[in-house]
Each structure stands twice: as structure tokens, then as C-alpha cells.
Nanobody, 129 residues
């Protein structure tokens, strides 16, 4: 059984930082694209940052480029999202997802699903002005 569990969401002031974590089990972490998506009330889900199964394949949404960094720790089967210079418009529920095997990062972020697809329950990020 595949499990995807996010953590690290919190309430921070604008300009602050947070690091989200996502642990997985039940899948071959090295072979899957991993991504962070977010959804704010009344808005569509957005692919924020995704890494393909190849470590060099990394995609960021324009809205977070230069502020967010996605990374994965293969030894811990864990995905991270370092979020700096947070803005009130970053407020959303953040979801971690896995897709594959052998999916590309950009395709995954744009489509949300290109293969076997697994999602966590989400972690809330709130940025106050």
C-alpha cells in the first residue's frame, strides 16, 4: 500500500520561510516523479514544483521561481519544499504527490497525473500580511 504524508505547514508572516516535508512508503521512490501542488479556496489546483524521476528534471511554476526549492532525499524516501520570501498569495493547502514510474517533472506539474498517481492529505500554509 502506497502512503504519502506531508508535514511542515504553519502560519507565518510575509517574508518568512517554511520547509515542507513529504515521506513516502510502498513505492520505489527513485523511479517516481514527485511534486508539490497547492490549492487555495476558490482557485484551481496549481503545480508548484516538481522533480521528474531523473534528478536533473526540475520544474517550478513562474509564481515561485527564485523563492521555492524542491529537493529529494533518496535515503529517506522524502521530498522537501523550501519556501522563502513567502507572500500572502502563497496561502493554500499544499499537497505532495507521486507519479510514475519514470514520469517527467514538467508534465506532472502541468497535468497532475501521467501514470500511477498517489496523493497525500495536504498541509496548510498560511501567510499573513
Amino acid at each position: 500500500q502506497v502512503q504519502v504524508v506531508e508535514s511542515g505547514g504553519d502560519t507565518v508572516q510575509a517574508g518568512g520561510s517554511l520547509r515542507l516535508s513529504c515521506t513516502t512508503s510502498g513505492l520505489n521512490f527513485d523511479d517516481y516523479a514527485m511534486g508539490w501542488f497547492r490549492q487555495a479556496p476558490g482557485k484551481e489546483r496549481e503545480g508548484v514544483a516538481c522533480t521528474g524521476w531523473s534528478a536533473e528534471d526540475i520544474y517550478y511554476a513562474e509564481s515561485v521561481k527564485g523563492r521555492f526549492t524542491i529537493s529529494r532525499d533518496k535515503a529517506r524516501n522524502t521530498l522537501y519544499l523550501q519556501m522563502n520570501s513567502l507572500k500572502p498569495e502563497d496561502t493554500a493547502m499544499y499537497y505532495c504527490a507521486a507519479d510514475g514510474p519514470y514520469s517527467g517533472g514538467a508534465y506532472f506539474c502541468h497535468l497532475g497525473k501521467t501514470g500511477n498517481n498517489y496523493w497525500g492529505q495536504g498541509t496548510q500554509v498560511t501567510v499573513s500580511s
